[in-house]
């Protein structure tokens, strides 16, 4: 490696030092790289002001940090992330914006009833808040409440607890079920506090609560609408699957449009059977045995009745039989609760495209119509047509991953600078070596001094030589007499004195 530096030229050395510097810049740019730290977030939605506590408790543990969001969020290294959490629960940061019920960990010393009153507002304002911040689609939350005095005498100067709620979703909207759900959970934490006295608003100051619906407990409109929604999807959904395998796929649609009764009703029926059933059986029998006749005596002692064997005729009796049942009726009494969801009517559009034969739409009817469960006379209906669809485009290559694009495009530079620096070293000894081969006479001649009159009387005897085209000798001789010019003025003074 030396000789071949040493007998580079000046132009090869600096392509040479080029061509290195450039290997060990991509080198370190690699390095560099690959050793950066891969941040992840931390903390977001934070106050401004509580910024500097956090970034510093994290530069107390040593552990890096980068601001995102504007200073509201927080990034740490992803390898730092549990010690940062650390780090954060034991200077209790970040604090909430809001305060609860921490307020009366620092009570004041005789504190009257009113700062006490004003204190748990505050403590129950921030609790509700902190809950309604948990909801899906909720950011924050800030809650503001109207709690009558406890201490009013007279019934008709009393007022109602009421409550205002204002959300940041973050520019989602929210289900009008989540919004009822805020409302009741408002209203079940407050004394006092009833669902129509809870107002809702988002950032925008549109109402959310209470709505035109909001009166009727059910939302039936809502919930129709709602209900009708899922189960237009459900089963177009299943009829489009069954299109789809029976003509292939991007060649039918089916849109489903239905009417349901989401009223929920209870319904009585009360049956009588055709037997009766017997509750109570009474019965009185009466028995009477004597002896009979009409003769005797008259006066009082023959109207006297006797119970004696004797007298004229024979022997009588008499039997007497009382009797009653009470009926029962036996009857079944039924109450059935009846679930919402009952199919008033049901309409299915079908498209198809006109490559189908039209052979197969009956039969696609039929099926259809037995899948969706159609009744006629209920009124259901269903509708075929044949469409031109248009072409579905071709799918796009899958391209490479743009995450590994970076990597790729760095080795692969490093790895054609090498390849130059390979094939330029090639290419400068092949050179070197060809101009050893052909080392000039004059050039060994150099080493020893030769005296002047030997040169002009072999000049003399020589015939005169016609002119060299250039070689790499001679190009070499240029070289050495711009690169030693020393050593040759000291032959051209030995050639002089020996003159």
Same mark, same amino acid.
């Given at each position: 490696?030396?000789?071949?530096?040493?007998?580079?030229?000046?132009?090869?050395?600096?392509?040479?030092?080029?061509?290195?510097?450039?290997?060990?810049?991509?080198?370190?740019?690699?390095?560099?790289?690959?050793?950066?730290?891969?941040?992840?977030?931390?903390?977001?939605?934070?106050?401004?002001?509580?910024?500097?506590?956090?970034?510093?408790?994290?530069?107390?543990?040593?552990?890096?940090?980068?601001?995102?969001?504007?200073?509201?969020?927080?990034?740490?290294?992803?390898?730092?992330?549990?010690?940062?959490?650390?780090?954060?629960?034991?200077?209790?940061?970040?604090?909430?914006?809001?305060?609860?019920?921490?307020?009366?960990?620092?009570?004041?010393?005789?504190? =009257?009833?009113?700062?006490?009153?004003?204190?748990?507002?505050?403590?129950?304002?921030?609790?509700?808040?902190?809950?309604?911040?948990?909801?899906?689609?909720?950011?924050?939350?800030?809650?503001?409440?109207?709690?009558?005095?406890?201490?009013?005498?007279?019934?008709?100067?009393?007022?109602?607890?009421?409550?205002?709620?204002?959300? =940041?979703?973050?520019?989602?909207?929210?289900?009008?079920?989540?919004?009822?759900?805020?409302?009741?959970?408002?209203?079940? =934490?407050?004394?006092?506090?009833?669902?129509?006295?809870?107002?809702?608003?988002?950032?925008?100051?549109?109402?959310?609560?209470?709505?035109?619906?909001?009166?009727?407990?059910? +939302?039936?409109?809502? @919930?129709?609408?709602?209900?009708?929604?899922?189960?237009?999807?459900?089963?177009?959904? +299943?009829?489009?699957?069954?299109?789809?395998?029976?003509?292939?796929?991007?060649?039918?649609?089916?849109?489903?449009?239905?009417?349901?009764?989401?009223?929920?009703?209870?319904?009585?029926?009360?049956?009588?059977?055709?037997?009766?059933?017997?509750?109570?059986?009474?019965?009185?029998?009466?028995?009477?045995?004597?002896?009979?006749?009409?003769?005797?005596?008259?006066?009082?002692?023959?109207?006297?009745?006797?119970? =004696?064997?004797?007298?004229?005729?024979?022997?009588?009796?008499?039997?007497?039989?009382?009797?009653?049942?009470?009926?029962?009726?036996?009857?079944?009494?039924?109450?059935?609760?009846?679930?919402?969801?009952?199919?008033?009517?049901?309409?299915?559009?079908?498209?198809?495209?006109?490559?189908?034969?039209?052979?197969?739409?009956?039969? @696609?009817?039929?099926?259809?119509?037995?899948?969706?469960?159609?009744?006629?006379?209920?009124?259901?209906?269903?509708?075929?047509?044949?469409?031109?669809?248009?072409?579905?485009?071709?799918?796009?290559?899958?391209?490479?991953?743009?995450?590994?694009?970076?990597?790729?495009?760095?080795?692969?530079?490093?790895?054609?600078?090498?390849?130059? @620096?390979?094939?330029?070293?090639?290419?400068?000894?092949?050179?070197?070596?060809?101009? @050893?081969?052909?080392?000039?006479?004059?050039?060994?001649?150099?080493?020893?001094?030769?005296?002047?009159?030997?040169?002009?009387?072999?000049?003399?005897?020589?015939?005169?030589?016609?002119?060299?085209?250039?070689?790499?000798?001679?190009?070499?001789?240029?070289?050495?007499?711009?690169?030693?010019?020393?050593?040759?003025?000291?032959?051209?003074?030995?050639?002089?004195?020996?003159?």
């Amino acid at each position: 490696m030396r000789d071949l530096i040493q007998n580079t030229s000046t132009k090869g050395k600096l392509i040479l030092a080029g061509s290195a510097l450039g290997v060990v810049l991509v080198a370190v740019l690699i390095l560099k790289l690959a050793s950066a730290p891969s941040y992840t977030t931390l903390v977001s939605g934070i106050d401004p002001a509580q910024t500097s506590k956090i970034t510093a408790a994290l530069d107390e543990k040593g552990v890096k940090w980068q601001l995102e969001n504007n200073g509201t969020a927080i990034a740490v290294d992803k390898s730092q992330t549990a010690q940062a959490r650390v780090a954060l629960a034991e200077q209790g940061l970040p604090q909430q914006g809001t305060a609860g019920w921490e307020l009366f960990d620092k009570q004041k010393l005789g504190a =009257s009833n009113l700062q006490q009153q004003v204190t748990y507002q505050r403590a129950l304002e921030g609790e509700l808040a902190r809950t309604i911040e948990q909801v899906q689609g909720v950011s924050s939350a800030q809650v503001n409440l109207v709690l009558p005095p406890e201490d009013n005498l007279f019934q008709d100067q009393s007022s109602t607890a009421k409550a205002s709620v204002l959300l =940041s979703t973050g520019g989602a909207g929210l289900e009008p079920g989540a919004v009822r759900g805020i409302a009741q959970l408002v209203a079940s =934490s407050v004394k006092g506090l009833k669902l129509d006295n809870v107002s809702i608003t988002d950032a925008s100051g549109q109402l959310l609560w209470p709505n035109g619906n909001s009166g009727d407990p059910g +939302s039936s409109a809502t @919930l129709k609408q709602a209900a009708e929604s899922r189960y237009d999807s459900q089963l177009g959904a +299943s009829l489009n699957t069954l299109l789809a395998q029976t003509i292939g796929p991007g060649k039918g649609e089916v849109q489903v449009r239905s009417d349901l009764n989401v009223d929920q009703t209870t319904r009585e029926s009360l049956t009588y059977s055709k037997k009766g059933v017997p509750l109570k059986t009474h019965k009185e029998t009466e028995t009477l045995r004597g002896a009979g006749g009409g003769g005797g005596v008259a006066g009082t002692g023959s109207n006297i009745p006797t119970y =004696s064997t004797g007298g004229a005729g024979g022997n009588s009796s008499y039997k007497h039989t009382v009797g009653d049942t009470q009926w029962g009726v036996d009857k079944t009494v039924e109450r059935t609760k009846v679930a919402p969801g009952a199919v008033n009517k049901l309409h299915v559009a079908v498209l198809v495209d006109k490559t189908v034969p039209p052979a197969e739409l009956q039969q @696609l009817k039929t099926v259809l119509s037995s899948a969706a469960g159609l009744d006629p006379k209920r009124g259901d209906t269903i509708a075929i047509s044949q469409v031109a669809f248009a072409k579905q485009p071709a799918p796009a290559k899958p391209g490479v991953v743009t995450s590994i694009l970076g990597p790729l495009k760095y080795v692969g530079l490093g790895v054609a600078l090498l390849a130059f @620096l390979f094939f330029m070293a090639r290419h400068l000894k092949r050179r070197e070596s060809e101009a @050893l081969t052909g080392e000039p006479v004059w050039l060994r001649e150099l080493e020893q001094p030769t005296p002047i009159s030997q040169l002009e009387g072999g000049m003399r005897r020589m015939p005169e030589a016609p002119p060299m085209p250039d070689s790499p000798g001679r190009e070499q001789m240029e070289q050495i007499l711009a690169q030693e010019p020393e050593r040759v003025a000291q032959q051209v003074r030995a050639w002089m004195n020996e003159e």
